[in-house]
């Protein structure tokens, strides 16, 4: 049985959605105050954000970018990728000297996975942001 | 910043709820559909984090 593609959309012009989404990557959920949807904004902030803080507040390690065997290189860039998400949280913590061996305990552990993807949920936001700027979604 | 020490189920919870409240926001249409969404979501984290505990609690007799 044929399936039946969606028509592909073409790509909205740069300048209607660079702002939101720079501004989300920047501050979690800015892009949706750049947009005027207030309320999800805060609600994005509050949980990037708290999820950010309680990584920190466990101790979780930040990865650096690593090569090595294919699971170390997947494995390092893509948390580095997942850190430096988080935008302004990211860039302050390292400003101001953050730094946190990676050591075994498993509040440590949770602290690292906390951190890696309070920026995987901001890139969800900033998605979001991208697809209320294009016009696709209210 | 003060040290926190959770247990593996408050960090799970914890981990749960701020993850549904972003899926909830970004995957729905109207707030009505984000909120059971969210709520679906982290219905979900709490019946896995509860099934496989005790699948380990199991496993290991």
Redesign the interface.
Known sequence: MAKHKAPKQPMPPLGTWIGPVALGWLVPGGGHFLLKRRGRGVLLLLSVTGMYLCGLAMRGAMFQPQSGDLLTTLINYGGFVGDVANGILYLLSVWLGYSQPDVAGHVHDYGTKFLVTAGLLNILAMVDAFEIAAGRKD | ??????S?FE??F??SL??S???G??TR?TDRERLLYGAYCFGCFLVALFAIGWVMRLGHG
């Open positions: 910043m003060p040290k926190m020490n959770l593996h960090a799970a914890l981990f701020f993850t409240v972003v899926m926001i970004v249409k």
